[in-house]
């Protein structure tokens, strides 16, 4: 299938989603239209469109003023629900694509991985949480189900939190790029089975939560 097909919104909307992943936008912090408006060099329309499908998703909420403002993350429990829900929607979608991969896919990847690499080396925890959310977004996007891509965005909206989390539980914060190497290569293989259960895995790995008493390695 063919990738997905934008809106200007859509665009705005996955920079916002970005932002709030990486902790560029904290909870609480307000986004006023006009200011939006001036960042992106647009009108207020798809501005609109941009912090309505945000706030359907959960990562923005309406304030009594008018407007709205960046979400509290979920809590420990609801991250333990929802985390293994990404993973059928995620091992479905590479399953939807995976005899159409070709080399601009998995130049793509290999793209996010490069950035992944370099934030890893700087020590830079959002921008590794960053990488790899849009790793993971891709698989979603590649379908090309707008539907499939949609929930799964609900659900990362309310894991964003985990993603920063998850790199922050590694000594050696390397290991999270070789995680996400190691998929990548598994993806090349061009063997499905393999792939698939890499994936499940590699999203089904344990949470770290504040109850627990020792640090472990957590994938995202």
Do not use: N
């Amino acid at each position: 299938m063919a990738p997905l097909v934008r809106s200007l919104g859509q665009h705005i909307a996955r920079q916002l989603r970005d932002d709030i992943v990486a902790g560029r936008l904290r909870e609480g912090e307000p986004l006023r239209e006009i200011e939006l408006s001036r960042r992106f060099g647009t009108s207020r329309g798809p501005i609109r469109d941009a912090l309505l499908e945000l706030t359907k998703e959960g990562m923005l909420v309406a304030q009594q003023r008018g407007g709205v403002a960046v979400a509290p993350a979920v809590g420990d429990e609801i991250r333990k629900l929802v985390t293994p829900i990404r993973q059928p929607i995620e091992t479905y979608a590479l399953g939807m694509i995976f005899d159409e991969l070709g080399p601009d896919d998995f130049a793509r990847w290999q793209t996010l991985v490069d950035q992944m690499y370099a934030a890893c080396r700087r020590g830079d925890h959002a921008a590794v949480a960053e990488a790899d959310v849009a790793f993971h977004r891709s698989i979603l996007e590649r379908s090309g189900d707008h539907c499939l891509t949609a929930i799964w965005s609900t659900i990362v909206g309310q894991l964003r939190r985990h993603f920063t989390d998850a790199c922050r539980q590694y000594a050696d914060l390397l290991e999270y790029h070789a995680e996400h190497a190691a998929l990548l290569e598994a993806f090349a293989s061009r063997d499905r089975a393999r792939a698939t259960t890499m994936l499940e895995e590699h999203i089904r790995w344990p949470i770290r939560t504040a109850d627990d008493q020792a640090p472990r390695s957590e994938a995202s």
